[in-house]
Nanobody, 115 residues
């Protein structure tokens, strides 16, 4: 049974930083990533990372956010620097299990950036 536990969201002023964590268990995971959904908008990819360490980012976060992972801990991180009010959203962890080739979502964590 796959379980995801997210942590690290919160309220921060513009220009500040936050670090999100998502600890996964119950399988071996290939791609792990973060999505976000702002009120009234569609959920969008923020960043993804493969088991081998290849990364991709949304253009809006390139140079400010860094995704990383610890395969031994099945944990993916999102370091968010130079945060902007437009980064305000619920951030969701997403992982792809190598067993059964299924994708799983975390419960979401709120990130609020004040101006």
């Amino acid at each position: 049974q796959v379980q995801l536990v997210e942590s690290g969201g919160g309220l921060v002023q513009a220009g500040g930083s936050l670090r999100l964590s998502c600890a996964a268990s119950g399988s071996i995971f290939n791609v792990m990533g973060w999505y976000r959904q702002a009120p009234g908008k569609q959920r969008e990819l923020v960043a993804g990372i493969t088991r081998g360490g290849s990364t991709n980012y949304a253009d809006s976060v390139k140079g400010r956010f860094t995704i990383s992972r610890d395969n031994a801990k099945n944990t993916v991180y999102l370091q968010m620097n130079s945060l902007k009010p437009e980064d305000t959203a619920v951030y969701y962890c997403n992982v792809n299990s190598l067993i059964g080739s299924r994708a799983y979502w975390g419960q979401g964590t709120q990130v609020t950036v004040s101006s």
